[in-house]
Each structure stands twice: as C-alpha cells, then as structure tokens.
C-alpha cells in the first residue's frame, strides 16, 4: 500500500526535492481517483453550458460584450480557487473557470474574424492556433515555479486579466452590427481602425454590404433561425456536416492525446511534447491552405489521420519504449490538430454572419460531449482503432459536399451561402437565389 501511495504521488510531483502541494494530497485525494476526474470533467461541463448560452447571446447582445461577460466570469472562478476552502466549493470554481473560458474563446475567435480581409483569414486562423499552444509552456512554467497550488491560481488569474485587456477597448464587430441594421455605427468603427493605421476613411452616403438587411438579430427566436434553415436547405447540410466533424475531431484530438500521449518522464515534457507537435500542424496548415484550399486541406487531412490508426493495428516494436502505435501517435496529433483547427476557420467562413455565433456555439457543444469520450480511447484496442478510421474517413469524404471558402467573402445572411452553393454546383443548393444587392464592400 505504500508503495502504491509513493507511486500514485509521484505521478503529480516528481521532484521530491522540491516542497510543493497539491490538492489531491492535501485534501486526501489520492486514492480517490474518481474525485479528480470528476473536477476535471467539470471545466468541460462549465464549457458546456457556456456554449448553450453562447448559442444565444453571441448573436443578441453582440461579440465583445459577450467576450467581457465570459471574461469577468473565468476571472471570478480563477481568482476564488486561491481561497477556496472545501472540495465542494472548488466544483463551483471549475464550472465558473469552464463557463468563462469557452465563451471568450469563441467569442473573440468569430469577433476578430469579421474583421478579416479573405486574404488574411488562413493565417489569422494559424496564428490564433498557436497563440493557444502558447498556453503548453505557459501553464509548465506557472506550474513548475509556482509551488503552491492557491499561488498557481492566483498567477493564472494575473495572466488571464493581461489576455483580456484588448476587450475593453475594442470595438464589436462591423459585421454583426450591420446583421441588425446598425450601420451607422459600422461605419464609425470602420472609420476608427482607419485612423488608427493612419489610412482616411470616408463613408458618407457609402451603403456597406448588409446595411439593407434590417433583420433585427437581436429578437429574432430560436425558431425563426430553424426557419432559416428550413428555407435553406444547403445551409442545413452544411450544419450537420460540421457537427459530425467536431464531434470527430475532438473525439480523436482528445483521444490520442489522452490515450497515446504520455510522452517524457514528467508532465512538463508530456506538455512540451504537445506543444511542439501542436505548432508543427499550424504552420503546415497555413502552408497546405495558401496552396490547396480549404476542402482539399482538411479532406487529406483526415484521410491521414484514418492511415495513421489503421497502420497502428500492426504490432511493431523495436524498443521497450519506440514502437509503431507510439511513431503513429505523434502523425496521429499532427493530422488531427490540422483537421480540428481548420474546423473553426470553417465555420466563421461557412456560416453566415445572422448565425455565426449560433453555428459555432452548436458544433463545439457537441464537441464537448466527444472531449468526455475521447479519453476512453486509452484502452486502444483493435476495434477503436478500426472505429476511429472509419470516423475519420467518413469525415474525409463528407467534406467534399462543403463549398470551397478561399477568397471568398463571409456571407452576411442565409441567402448568400444557398447562393454560394449554387456558384459551385453543389448539391441541395435550395431555391435559385438573385442577388440584386447594389452595395459597396469596403
């Protein structure tokens, strides 16, 4: 029993030289392992919930008031984990760290991409990416400096606080606030990012794109937006084919990592390792978008991903630690996290701006709920290896039947991408759509 214990501790601190706690040996967790899963199954379940919000208040209230509400949100539960006094209340904290951190996520990810001219969004979409892994070795140097866990919450905190400063002075989005008829303000926002880059801007008597769309997003219901799908039936295929991706590109995403991702003595290295491989995939992904698109990119992408698990059936081992499930692994996280990141740049191009907010919300909801069962997929046996590229091949082919986004503007409603479909010949485009709109694109 002893030996069991100093095992199970010296899976959460390796340096024995060091004096640090934890709260799975301070509060006698460790030999109750299904407390600790459940505190960390919990941030996912906060994630959950904030995206079944987010589902309705990224397109009523507006992107960066969202934003600034996930963030005071994170920022509560973060900064209360370092007086937290019972294990009870830390299960509030991690529901409230979950809540806050997925809304401003996807928050800020859709804001700052109605931004985006065409010909920057493959690279905005990589560089957000790594700006993420730039969290691996963060959190392993507040980890490994930071010895106390109450210190390690406050440090966190500090860092958040820094990340969301731009919150506070940015303005929304011109898109959204041109999806609801607010087109006067668009254009001060536009003509306030001129000044900025020293560019004049003049937008008297300019009609913007979307300005004659006096919907009011705000008030439109749940069921006025599945009317919207209803009327346009390819943007409804175009829905449920970017479900089934996310739900199989987290399941896989989490599953290799959590099921053959113990690479390195120490957690820190496991970490870097990811972080390494992460950043690997987001340079190749801008590098294979610029040359072969969208469709192409993320079609190969889970092709390779369905090669690497069926390859690891073989039982090929040529050390006790190198093998070939282990070489397939690391491929493994290098395809997936291509397809997965690609995913989010597809829904802010795919989606219309009336529904982007509830595109986004919807696919990484039901994302989440392959996150808890990806790490089931630790016990790798033939025939979840056999299942999962099968799911990813699927996936492959799926893609083809999703309209090619490069260089192409951002669709301000519902008619625009039936109307997309319809340029590209693609199946269930829905009625023939004319677009008499007489605006100028600024």
């Known amino acids: 029993g002893k030996q069991w214990y100093q095992r199970r501790v010296r899976g959460v601190d390796y340096e024995w030289q060091i004096s640090r706690t934890t709260l799975a040996i301070e509060w006698n967790l460790m030999c109750r392992g299904q407390k600790i899963s459940f505190l960390e199954s919990l941030y996912f379940v906060g994630g ?11 397109d009523k209230i507006g992107r960066r008031r969202t934003c600034m509400i996930g963030a005071v949100v994170c920022l ?11 294990y009870n209340f830390l299960i509030v904290i991690r529901l409230l760290m979950g809540v806050g951190n997925f809304i401003v996520y996807a928050g800020a990810y859709i804001w700052v991409l109605e931004f985006m001219p065409e010909k920057f969004r ?22 490994y400096w930071i010895h106390t866990w109450q210190y390690i919450h406050i440090g966190s905190g500090v860092i958040f606080a820094i990340c969301y400063i731009p919150f506070t002075f940015f303005p929304d989005s011109p898109r959204y606030l041109l999806s609801i008829g607010k087109e006067e303000e668009a254009k001060a926002i536009l003509e306030q990012y001129g000044r900025i880059t020293h560019t004049e801007i003049n937008l008297k008597g300019v009609r913007l794109i979307g300005s004659d769309n006096t919907k009011d997003v705000a008030n439109t219901s ?41 690479f390195g003595t120490t957690p820190y290295v496991s970490y870097l390792f990811a972080a390494v491989s992460e950043v690997i995939a987001y340079i190749l992904l801008a590098l294979f978008i610029m040359f072969f698109g969208r469709k192409l990119t993320l079609s190969v992408s889970l092709f390779a991903a369905a090669a690497c698990f069926l390859l690891s059936l073989v039982p090929w081992q040529w050390t006790e630690v190198w093998g070939l499930q282990r070489l397939l692994a690391l491929l493994a996280i290098v395809w997936i996290s291509i397809a997965f ?35 089931y997929l630790a016990k790798s046996s033939g025939t979840t290896k056999l299942g999962t590229a099968v799911l990813a091949g699927v996936g492959g082919m799926l893609v083809f039947l999703l309209p090619e986004t490069r260089d192409m503007p951002i669709p301000a409603e519902p008619a625009d991408v039936t109307q997309r479909r319809q340029q590209q010949n693609l199946p269930v485009s829905g009625a023939k759509y004319e677009n008499e709109k007489e605006s100028v694109r600024v």
């Open 341 to 375: 990141a690609q995913l989010f740049l597809f829904v802010g191009e795919l989606a219309p701006t009336s529904l982007r907010g509830y595109t986004l919300s919807t696919c990484s909801l039901l994302a989440r709920g392959a996150a808890f069962c990806g790490p």
């Open 222 to 262: 749940f069921k006025a937006k599945m009317l919207d799908y209803c009327n346009h039936p390819g943007m409804a295929v175009e829905l449920a084919i970017q479900c089934y991706l996310w739900v199989t590109c987290c399941l896989l995403y989490y599953g290799v990592n959590y099921s053959w991702g113990a």
């Open 48 to 58: 959950s919930i904030s995206l079944v919000l987010g589902s309705v208040i990224f």
């Open 76 to 86: 509560i539960g973060t900064f209360m984990g370092a007086f937290c006094p019972s």
């Open 122 to 143: 493959n690279y905005y979409n990589s560089y957000s990416m790594m700006i993420w892994t730039a969290g691996y070795p963060t959190l392993v140097a507040v980890s």
